[in-house]
């Protein structure tokens, strides 16, 4: 079992999210995807401006993954205001959870994404929600297998090239 530290990330730490977000997208998605959407992408989304802007977000929340004080993992939840979908004060959305591949299945994600379920409980939310690609399978397979369900569908804008992500959710017991 790796030994693996969380912990909050501060507008200190925006070059490592810059840093671990557009490396995991490239080793991720690339693959998958037109070099120069995935340029477009990683421009808009990884802007040092807009994480900055994120990371001052009070309804936002960034929590990296460290082993021996290296960044390989990292979460983004959004509460109310903050989300990219639904805006329902009773729900977390998880925005991100990006693990380097070496890392995968080594309960890295798992790891950031109880956290955001403990988030969620301490504050009495209803359910957590996240948007996945359609095309991710891993991703799919991880969140059926930890109880989501497709509650719908949206577009997620990957450069210039319009992608489907499914909307999955987890209903709390609180």
């Not at 991100?96 to 301490?122: M, P, T, W």
């Not at 504050?123 to 996240?130: C, R, S």
């Not at 690609?133 to 059926?144: I, T, V």
Request: net charge negative; proline share 2%.
């Amino acid at each position: 079992m790796l030994n693996i530290q969380l912990i909050k990330a501060t507008p200190g730490d925006l070059e490592k999210i810059r840093k671990i977000g557009i490396e995991t997208i490239i080793e991720t998605f690339a693959m998958s995807n037109d070099d120069k959407n995935t340029e477009k992408y990683l421009n808009e989304s990884f802007d040092p401006e807009k994480i900055l802007k994120e990371l001052n977000d009070p309804d936002s929340e960034f929590y990296l993954a460290l082993l021996d004080k290296k960044v390989i993992g990292y979460l983004k939840i959004n509460f109310g205001k903050a989300q990219t979908d639904v805006n329902d004060p009773n729900s977390l959305e998880i925005e991100r959870i990006y693990v380097y591949k070496e890392f995968q299945g080594k309960d890295i994600g798992k790891i950031l994404f109880d956290k955001a379920f403990e988030i969620a409980s301490a504050n009495n939310l209803k359910y957590i929600w996240l948007g996945v690609w359609e095309n991710n399978h891993r991703a799919l397979s991880f969140y059926k297998k930890h109880g989501f369900v497709e509650f719908d569908k949206h577009v997620f804008r990957y450069g210039n090239d319009d992608q489907t992500d499914l909307l999955m959710k987890f209903e709390l017991t609180n």
